[in-house]
């Protein structure tokens, strides 16, 4: 079985486009038929869902 693979988008200015970058990572490797989980770590603001 092979490792997961990992990726973290972050930074610490809100507004600069971090969910939207992950969103669109996890479609794009989704669409490529990988197995995707997405996680969204912002306690305050979390806008994943959206």
């Given amino acids: 079985m092979l490792k997961p693979k990992i990726i973290c988008v972050t930074g610490?200015?809100?507004?600069?486009?971090?969910?939207?970058?992950?969103v669109n990572l996890a479609i794009m490797f989704k669409n490529r038929g990988y197995k995707v989980l997405l996680i969204d770590g912002d306690v305050e603001n979390p806008n994943t869902f959206l």
Avoid: I, N, P, S
């Fill in 12 to 22: 610490g200015k809100g507004g600069t486009g971090k969910t939207l970058v992950a």
